[in-house]
């Protein structure tokens, strides 16, 4: 019923710049909060960046200073904003939505792929 739908992934090389977009539909009005996960082949899912409804943000430090997200104009948006992209970032990126009180989401992801 609930369905995430990501774009934006493609092939950059190393300092270049990719926006990612998710769309959650279904029955939703609020959501407790919105997120990035990636994972690369062979390595754990690992929290990207994070926005809450009220705003907070999280980034993870490995991205952190070259990454942000935000909330698009529509309801239960999100983009994420990559920037300075390095080889290290090459993985499967995710979507993540969760609603109150407790239900998870997930999208069926989007590749990003950076070049040397």
């Given at each position: 019923q609930v369905q995430l739908e990501e774009s934006g992934g493609g092939l950059v090389q190393?300092?270049?710049?990719?926006?990612?977009?998710?769309?959650?539909?279904?029955?939703?009005?609020?959501?407790?909060?919105?997120?990035?996960y990636r994972q690369a082949p062979g390595k754990q899912r690992e929290l990207v960046a994070k926005i809450t409804g009220h705003g907070d943000i999280d980034i993870a430090d490995s991205v952190k200073g070259r990454f942000t997200i935000s909330k698009g104009n529509a309801k239960n948006t999100v983009f994420l904003q990559m920037n300075n992209l390095q080889p290290e970032d090459t993985a499967r990126y995710y979507c993540n939505l969760r609603v109150w009180p407790a239900a998870i989401y997930w999208g069926s992801g989007t590749q990003v792929t950076v070049s040397s």
């Open positions: 190393a300092g270049g710049s990719l926006r990612l977009s998710c769309a959650a539909s279904g029955n939703i009005f609020t959501f407790d909060a919105m997120a990035w």
